[in-house]
């Protein structure tokens, strides 16, 4: 005979264990630790996930199960995906109960002196199920009041099975996870007759809040809420406090009820369809419990409850996987109420998280900049810098509440994502009252400026109006001095490199260099500046005089000296070359090491160190090179930047010879000389961004030389494990790291496939976009490139998905980066979920003459591929001419 210790099949609630977390699943763990605090939960057991791989292996199905998996992939058809979920679960069901298990079902009935004729409910606690980085809610199968013991068998069967639902297969293969790592355990409770049910959630779902709660409730078991089936009535709870906030009752027309076997759904009656399912009470004690079941897992939970005979039941509780992580933790009491802005977002048009290592960069340029600010901030975090989710953000609280910064948001021309501010602005009018609680007053606000702002800020400001001046007389020799400070500091660190032994000195290095890297790009930034108000100027002296100004457009077509554009047409006649020669397309060509040795620090995510370069892997490049050639696209590109060159020399005449004619010679030929400095300077704008990446590869490369010495030592597995450390954690050489990098990699693995929103505040509400809408198509957004393009959508979320766009495409993405440019030689318009009239793509596609709007709102779920639609980059509206 089998023992209860041996089998290891059963496990009962009261004695599941958190350390058997893989045997039981995150459910029945959960449960377990409920009860141990008295809290009401129906009891039960567990048929641990040894059960069910034992059930696999006694019926010889995993063979069968991995030859049906390999038919299915990404592009695996959903009702592909159903058939062979189908053929999976009739496998399975068809098997039999090894009468092992049978045997220890009885054992436990007969200890807990249980009769199959209670009903029970059985449900899944897969091992990956409820899990903080995952939320398997809804995927696997529920059997409710399941009477006698072959029922009971059946039941288990099916809740295994359930474990292949289509609905199942699909979420694993969006989210990455791997079926063959993953199991199943049930769990068998007793069932709760409730005449009442519904949700809890101890923070808001809807919009991140967790200064209250969401309860949702109706009438009858709980099955009709979660599958959907009704419509509940919805309460609002505040918390701490417990005052009702919103009550919504609705119209309940159904409901879940036991039957002799099983459930069904049922008309509620009537006159109970509008009455209110909760009274205060009801309501104050789930709100407890819901405090206690948070205190208890110490992440907000999604739980689910019945009350029977007016007394309240706990049926489950797990995270709530939704939510986007707080930058910090927030008491939800007291003045302690914070305003974030995602600076991923609003300056990167970045959707991705950092790495580890790569976000520890960012946090060093961050502090440099807050010690060029404020007196004894040296080595100091920034009390404004946050990261949470795998993004930036910058607490805003201090500076929204005046009025001055506010109309600086509202009025800035180098705002780079629009969405972004309108965000900022809405939140500071609705909370007007609790930022002028914090707002200092005139005297206060001078006083602390001039105790805490550093002396040495006045020798930079200095410094930088110098730079300006001397630009705006000789912008030639300013774009020299530009490429010059680039040239000259990227040789001293290369020498500096090469005197270095050691993880420490490579780290100082770093770190020390990033202080002179800031100080370079401002001088840099200082000679570039003036060209960023010149089109602005020349535009105000043409409507002075009631002349044309959609012939600026012109002007900013293929600008010189701009390292995108530049990288994009030889791009282009890389494709040329090669084409005409018939080479063969690889690395080992000439043109390709050519066009690599100059680009290849450029990668899709660019401000991340942890991500490889296109040197590293130039995949991405060489595909972008054959869909030129495919398409025989480079001859178009090509042309057009020749004739959008000509294009603006013409325009710059054409103006001046209108300003002769209507506002004098010296009007026109001041006007001439601020459009040709434009087109001198502006398009170094770009150098700032293609300096930092140059010299992020430097730093990348003496990471990757300090990887390859802890492989070595066995402080990690693989050289890209470094870019999931910080600083600190590689400089400890005893440490092995391998456990902390694989934490890290779930966490950005997670992160990934979290939306990050625009703004949050401390209470975690998460807000993704703005409440304007303005505009007469059907989507609006930020016009920012003037004119009409149509053409079909070609959704694309990374550019290296870039090769399969084809000419006359609309291109629509998230947001753009410059690793993007090379695309914009292909499509005929471009539609941006981020970004302003400044940001890169907005500001290339006018160089290139691309119709585009940017800043609009969930563009890539509501727009669907090889839709038709008309994009107006002008009045920023889309209009969708074909489904």
């Known amino acids: 005979m089998i023992t209860l210790n041996k089998c290891r099949f059963i496990c009962e609630l009261t004695e599941a264990e958190e350390s058997k977390l893989g045997d039981l699943g995150g459910k029945a763990v959960n449960l377990a630790r409920m009860i141990a605090r008295d809290l009401p939960v129906p009891p039960g057991f567990v048929i641990t996930s040894k059960a069910y791989e034992y059930f696999i292996r006694k019926n010889d199905l995993q063979d069968r199960i991995t030859e049906y998996m390999k038919k299915i992939d990404g592009q695996t058809t959903s009702n592909k995906i159903e058939e062979i979920s189908n053929q999976i679960k009739k496998e399975m069901q068809s098997a039999s109960m090894p009468a092992c298990l049978k045997e220890r079902i009885d054992r436990i009935y007969e200890k807990n002196e249980l009769d199959f004729k209670v009903p029970m409910a059985v449900r899944s606690s897969a091992t990956a199920e409820d899990m903080p980085e995952s939320s398997f809610a809804g995927q696997y199968d529920t059997y409710l009041n399941i009477r006698g013991k072959e029922r009971l068998l059946e ?58 709660m969401l309860i949702t409730a109706s009438w009858g078991l709980g099955e009709s809420v979660v599958s959907g089936d009704v419509n509940p009535d919805r309460y609002i709870v505040e918390r701490p406090g417990g005052e009702t906030v919103e009550i919504n009752v609705n119209r309940k027309e159904v409901m879940t009820v036991r039957k002799e076997n099983g459930v069904e759904t049922v008309e509620v009656p009537p006159s109970r369809q509008k009455e209110q399912v909760l009274s205060e009470s009801e309501l104050k004690n789930l709100m407890d419990y819901g405090e206690e079941l948070e205190e208890l897992f110490a992440v907000p939970q999604d739980v689910e409850w019945g009350i029977s005979n007016n007394e309240i039941y706990l049926l489950q509780s797990r995270p709530i996987t939704s939510l986007f992580p707080l930058p910090e933790k927030s008491t939800l009491e007291g003045n302690d109420y914070k305003i974030y802005m995602n600076f991923n977002i609003f300056s990167q048009a970045m959707k991705e998280p950092f790495t580890p290592l790569g976000e520890a960069l960012i946090m060093v340029m961050m502090k440099i900049l807050n010690e060029f600010m404020w007196r004894n901030s040296q080595g100091k975090i920034p009390g404004w810098y946050k990261y949470a989710g795998g993004r930036v953000f910058f607490d805003m609280t201090k500076i929204l509440p005046y009025q001055i910064i506010q109309n600086n948001l509202e009025e800035n021309p180098a705002d780079k994502d629009p969405k972004t501010t309108e965000i900022l602005l809405e939140v500071a009018k609705k909370n007007k009252e609790k930022l002028s609680e ?14 805490n702002l550093n002396p040495g800020l006045i020798k930079l400001t200095l410094s930088f109006i110098r730079k300006y001046r001397y630009a705006r007389k000789h912008p030639d020799r300013a774009r020299e001095k530009i490429l010059q400070l680039e040239e000259d500091f990227l040789a001293e660190l290369s020498e500096k490199r090469n005197q270095l032994n050691g993880r420490e000195e490579r780290l100082k290095l770093i770190e020390k260099s990033m202080t002179w890297f800031m100080k370079t790009s401002l001088m840099q930034i200082a000679y570039a500046t003036p060209s960023s108000t010149y089109l602005e100027k020349v535009e105000a002296v043409l409507e002075k005089h009631n002349l044309e100004t959609d012939i600026l457009n012109d002007v900013e077509k293929w600008l010189p000296h701009s390292v995108t554009t530049e990288m994009g047409v030889d791009l282009q006649k890389t494709a040329r070359k090669i084409s005409e020669e018939d080479k063969e397309l690889s690395t080992d060509a000439e043109e390709i090491e050519e066009f690599l040795g100059k680009y290849g620090h450029r990668k899709s995510i660019e401000l991340d160190v942890g991500i490889p370069t296109w040197a590293e892997d130039p995949k991405y490049v060489l595909d972008l090179i054959r869909s030129y050639i495919d398409n025989d696209s480079y001859r178009s590109g090509l042309k057009e930047y020749h004739s959008g060159r000509q294009e603006a020399e013409k325009a710059i005449d054409e103006i001046r010879k209108r300003l002769e004619n209507e506002a004098g010679f010296k009007t026109a030929k001041k006007a001439e000389k601020m459009l040709l400095d434009f087109r001198k300077l502006f398009g170094m704008r770009e150098r700032f961004k293609f300096f930092l990446l140059r010299t992020f590869k430097v730093y990348r490369e003496m990471m990757l030389e300090i990887a390859r010495e802890m492989q070595e030592e066995g402080n990690i597995d693989e050289v890209e494990d470094i870019f999931f450390l910080k600083f600190s954690e590689i400089i400890d050489k005893k440490e092995k790291r391998q456990e902390l990098v694989q934490k890290r990699k779930q966490e950005y693995s997670r992160n990934s496939r979290i939306n990050a929103p625009r703004v949050m505040m401390s209470t975690g509400e998460s807000i993704y976009y703005s409440d304007s809408k303005t505009g007469d198509g059907d989507l609006q957004g930020i016009g920012v490139s003037a004119g009409i393009a149509e053409g079909p959508v070609k959704i694309l979320h990374d550019p290296e998905e870039g090769s399969s766009l084809k000419s006359g495409d609309i291109l629509v993405t998230k947001g753009v980066n410059p690793s993007w440019t090379p695309l914009f030689l292909t499509i005929e318009g471009l539609i941006m979920e981020t970004g302003g009239p400044i940001s890169h793509g907005s500001v290339v596609a006018r160089e290139y003459g691309i119709p585009s709007v940017a800043g609009v709102d969930r563009a890539t779920e509501k727009l669907k591929e090889n839709q ?6 002008e009045k920023g509206t889309i209009e969708i001419v074909k489904n």
């Open 438 to 451: 914090i707002k200092l007053s005139g005297g206060q606000l001078v006083k602390y400026l001039l105790k």
């Open 155 to 212: 039941a288990i069967k099916k809740c295994w099975a359930s474990l292949w639902n289509a609905r199942a297969i699909s979420y694993r293969l969006e989210k990455r996870i791997n079926s063959d790592e993953i199991s199943q355990a049930v769990i068998v409770q007793q069932q709760i007759d409730a005449d009442r049910a519904g949700v809890l959630f101890t923070a808001n779902p809807l919009n991140g809040r967790r200064d209250r």
């Open 868 to 873: 038709i639609v008309r994009v107006n980059g």
